[in-house]
């Protein structure tokens, strides 16, 4: 928006007080722009509306007898002979609009004679008035849009930064969680007395999968740890198995997480004496015996 024409032109140009040279600027500026031709459009039907405000004033019947006096008195005073030929100035030329003031702009307007009378002077003052008062209220209307789009992406960073907070401090927990673990395991394998089981790919398909159990030298809870495994579908879970002769004892079933890993407590009734251990993919919720063909780990006890 082209401010200095829709402030300082537009208002004349509704009143018709331009040089042409002007007009011909506002229109140039219009036709490029259908929303600056809508906002003159209106300030042009609002002047169109000025004269209705102005009342009607009937004069004093003295005013025609005074001015018919003073006609007569001026025939009487003027003099057959011929006047002196004066030498004309040369009018100087008008300034444009632009390098007048603001208070001779208003005065030229008041010269029309459809805005002659109090009335008018104060319909007009109150015209320009609305226009700058407008212009000013847009100006805080665009300024309050870009301070609410603004305020609206401020908040929207925010609630990520807290989405992303939350997700870390979620994380560091679970990360702290897994160190207390991984301390107490390595505890347990320090222990005097205490036995640990490795246990391997029993397919040849997964080398990479591997696994413990580390039983302690008296007859509290086992730890089974596991590494590597592939995450299953929801329908298919891991089962540990404790073998005893020719008998599979489940000692529970587990999932995996990103990293492949698993933790299980086992009970210490069931790691005081075995064979061998196994884990086996069985269907969700486990199942009563290991199925043979999906033994995918398998580890037997040291003799």
């Known amino acids: 928006m082209n401010k200095r024409i829709e402030e300082e032109l537009f208002p004349f140009y509704a009143l018709d007080a331009l040089t042409d040279e002007e007009k011909a600027e506002v229109e140039v500026y219009i036709a490029n722009d259908p929303e600056a031709k809508a906002r003159l459009t209106a300030l042009q039907e609002t002047a169109e509306k000025l004269p209705l405000a102005s009342e009607s004033v009937m ?17 009487r005073a003027q003099a057959p002979k011929t006047a002196p030929i004066v030498a004309q100035k040369r009018p100087a030329e008008r300034p444009s609009l632009s390098q007048i003031s603001w208070w001779d702009r ?3 307007s008041f010269a029309m004679p459809v805005l002659a009378g109090t ?5 007009i003052l109150l015209f320009i008035w609305a226009i700058v008062l407008n212009q000013q209220v847009t100006d805080l209307q665009n300024q309050v849009a870009d301070l609410t789009s603004d305020t609206a992406l401020l908040t929207d960073e925010l609630d990520t930064l807290r989405t992303d907070n939350d997700q870390l401090r979620v994380r560091n927990e679970t990360l702290q969680q897994q160190l207390e673990t ?12 205490t036995s640990t089981i490795a246990i ?3 397919t040849g398909e997964n080398p990479q999968a591997r696994a413990t159990l580390t039983v302690p030298p008296e007859s509290g809870a086992a730890t089974f740890v596991a590494n ?3 995450q299953l579908s929801a329908a298919q879970v891991y089962q540990l198995w404790i073998i005893r002769g020719d008998q599979a004892l489940s000692a529970g079933i587990f999932e995996v997480d990103e990293n492949g890993r698993a933790i299980v407590e086992v009970d210490g009734s069931l790691a005081a004496s075995f064979d061998a251990v196994g884990v086996s993919i069985e269907p969700a ?6 199925t043979l ?3 995918i780990l398998l580890g037997a006890a040291s003799s």
Not at 119 to 123: E, P, Q, Y
Not at 186 to 192: C, E, G, I, V
């Open 228 to 230: 590597n495994l592939q």
């Open 285 to 290: 919720g486990g199942s009563e015996q290991p």
């Open 119 to 123: 009335t008018a002077l104060a319909a």
């Open 200 to 202: 391997g790919d029993n």
């Open 293 to 295: 063909d999906q033994i």
């Open 182 to 193: 991984q301390e107490d395991i390595l505890a347990s394998y320090q222990a005097p007395g």
């Open 59 to 75: 004069p004093s019947p003295s005013v025609k007898a005074n001015l018919m006096d003073r006609v007569r008195a001026d025939s």
């Open 106 to 108: 208003l005065r030229r």
